[in-house]
């Protein structure tokens, strides 16, 4: 893996720009960095070795024509594939660690031209200059896993995984209002409406599955990937071997390294289900599967209902009991908050951000990790949206809405007996539900003004529009909206959310020295997901069937059911605070610039301030738009104000 960057100036003889390198030799844990001069263009490559061919890689690669130079950040899934389509009388059988992946690319490219980007797999951004054609490719993979800036300027490009590099060559972008915008006043812990708006004017981010061509005086988007619908059994045994052999290959593809294989794991389906995938595999080859769980500071337990769980460690030990080679690290952070880290994390990951909770934990797992030996480490990040979607009111509504009406009363039915609840009781509530469903649009639904938060200026909303920005129709609204079979293809390839993820999870494992997967949202799965009969997600009323269903046997009970049991990552996270003897003080402190009024509502973060209402679970949501605002200065000052 690499990170990548280059600068480009069309029309002229040579490039004036000497190097880009200063924020990638300063933030990032790279094996080697190497630059070079290529006519009228400078291109750099900063090297992760992750994998044996890593060793032979020679970025930036310049092709045997001498017009065409390549630099990629790459780990390519489907090698052994791509080495028999290239090489007729290839075996075919195994990899060739002497052939590095950009000398692979290079061959694809010249075999197949830009329509390459199709032919191959695994995560990626690459940049390709070629000189004859005056032309620079770009592309991300078809999830953008691997993050890809760019800014055309006049007659130059500027491109680079991180955004740092392109604002210190162009100190003179102006911040971009609508990302600023777009941050405080939408609900959740997305921080992003766009897909490919950066908080820099006209700086873009290339969004999942597309690639540009960039020419002096044009840029052209194409896309070339979005799950796809193809034809898939509606037998149920047929569905669970096709289920499992595509996620169990999404999952065998991911643990390729040199090294050590990590994973966040809780209690939930997502992360334990790549467990269980993974865990066989690496213990084939003699490797453990190294886990890392938070677990709360303070016992939670007396604040929450039986059914949420605040404390999952008992269930990894389960998982452990099941796949003996799952190593097990349970860590509270030693009771530190989330406040220390505000300004490292903005640091990294160059953007306000807004999962403030968990990051600061997940970072310090990443360096531990690291640490161990870990080159790769998996999540389960969007199984939710994939392979453990699956609500039993979203399938009984489709139900119903294709004249299916036994088959939904019999699937709520069965759905009462797993749950243990009253039949009587629940069903007229959920026809009820499904009635009022028919009358909702929400297309049409604007953002309900409760959800706005309390401290931002709400002046903010003149002259701005959440139907105009919204465009992927992420929910803003407390509607109990059901997700209907035609909505669904939003949910599962949500690009703002690719985009936001992709960039995290690229800078947090340049910092720390790993690279980070999650075979849930392998491009794979989500055709199978976008293909599966909708009903099969909660098939005979059993909701996440993928999981609860086709992994019945590779999963503990303890974990599938009950079907309400719900985790709840970071519960103590605000008592956490109660150690942070300053927070008031600094928190006064970061509202004393003229500059913050025209976002944040002033008097009423000071009104908190001074009222100082203890850290507690009943004061929670006040303190978690607190500290959103807080965060928004913070970035504010050192990325834009840079004071």
């Known amino acids: 893996m690499s990170a990548i960057w280059g600068h480009i100036e069309f029309g002229e003889s040579n490039c004036l720009v000497e190097s880009m390198s200063s924020e990638y030799k300063r933030k990032c844990k790279l094996d080697n960095i190497n630059e070079v001069r290529f006519k009228n263009s400078l291109i750099g490559s900063g090297l992760q070795i992750i994998n044996d061919e890593d060793n032979f890689e020679n970025m930036p690669y310049i092709v045997d024509d001498g017009n065409t130079i ?7 899934d489907n090698r052994v594939e791509l080495l028999s389509q290239l090489f007729p009388g290839y075996s075919g059988i195994e990899d060739d660690p002497l052939v590095p992946s950009v000398k692979l690319l290079s061959f694809a490219y010249e075999k197949w031209h830009y329509d390459f980007v199709k032919y191959i797999k695994g995560i990626f951004s690459i940049a390709i200059y070629n000189t004859i054609e005056n032309r620079v490719f770009l592309c991300t993979d078809r999830t953008s896993s691997r993050c890809l800036y760019y800014y055309k300027d006049n007659n130059s490009l500027t491109f680079s995984t991180l955004l740092s590099p392109i604002k210190e060559l162009y100190p003179e972008i102006s911040k971009n209002e609508m990302y600023l915008r777009d941050f405080l006043l939408s609900p959740g812990v997305m921080p992003n409406l766009s ?112 059914e949420y769980i605040t404390n999952e460690s008992a269930y990894v030990r389960e998982m452990a009991k099941a796949y003996p080679n799952i190593e097990t690290n349970f860590t509270d952070n030693g009771g530190k908050s989330f406040f220390g880290y505000i300004d490292e994390i903005i640091d990294i990951l160059e953007i306000p951000f807004k999962a403030y909770v968990n990051l600061p934990l997940l970072l310090e797992i990443y360096r531990t990790a690291y640490q161990r030996g870990c080159k790769i480490f998996l999540n389960g990040q969007t199984g939710n949206n994939s392979v453990s979607f699956g609500d039993i009111d979203d399938i009984v509504f ?18 009462c007996k797993i749950a243990g609840i009253s039949r009587k009781y629940n069903i007229p509530i959920e026809i009820k539900k499904t009635l009022n469903q028919r009358k909702i649009n929400m297309e049409q639904i604007g953002l309900d003004e409760e959800l706005i938060n309390p401290y931002v200026n709400i002046s903010l909303l003149d002259e701005y529009s959440f139907t105009d920005r919204n465009k992927s129709g992420l929910p803003l609204t407390n509607v109990a909206a059901i997700t209907a079979k035609e909505d669904f293809k939003k949910i599962l390839y949500m690009l703002p959310a690719l985009s936001y993820i992709g960039a995290m999870e690229t800078k947090m494992g340049l910092y720390t020295g790993i690279v980070i997967r999650d075979p849930t949202r392998s491009p794979e799965v989500l055709d ?13 009323g059993i909701p996440r069937y993928l999981i609860r269903g086709f992994m019945s046997e590779l999963l503990p009970k303890c974990i599938l059911f009950p079907i309400f049991k719900r985790g709840i990552q970071s519960t103590d996270w605000i008592y956490r605070l109660e150690n942070e003897n300053r ?59 840079q004071v």
């Open 70 to 76: 390549i630099v990629a950040d790459c780990i390519l």
């Open 195 to 306: 897909s490919t708006e950066t908080p820099w004017e006209n700086v873009y981010i290339i969004e999942a599955g597309c690639y540009l061509m960039v020419e002096s005086d044009d840029v052209n988007l194409y896309r070339y990937y979005e799950p796809k619908v193809y034809e898939i059994s509606d037998e149920i045994d047929v569905l669970k071997d096709d289920f499992l052999s595509i996620y169990r290959n999404a999952v065998s593809q991911a643990l390729r390294t040199n090294g050590e294989v990590g994973i966040a794991l809780s209690g939930g389906m997502d992360s334990t289900s790549v467990a269980a995938l993974a865990a066989p595999k690496l213990q084939q080859k003699g490797k453990n599967l190294i886990s890392y769980t938070y677990v709360p500071h303070y016992d939670m337990t007396p604040f929450y209902k039986r």
């Open 398 to 415: 489709e139900l119903y809405e294709s004249g299916e009406y036994f088959k939904a009363l019999k699937y709520y039915n069965n759905y």
């Open 528 to 540: 199978y997901c976008q293909s599966i009969p909708y009903h099969y997600y909660c098939y005979n």
């Open 583 to 641: 927070i008031y003080e600094l928190v006064n402190n970061e509202y004393k610039l003229d500059n913050l009024n025209k976002y944040l509502n002033i008097s009423a973060i000071k009104k908190v301030i001074h009222d100082r209402k203890a850290f507690s679970l009943e004061n929670e949501d006040e303190y978690l738009y607190l500290f959103i605002t807080y965060i928004f200065s913070r970035y504010y000052r050192r990325k834009i104000l």
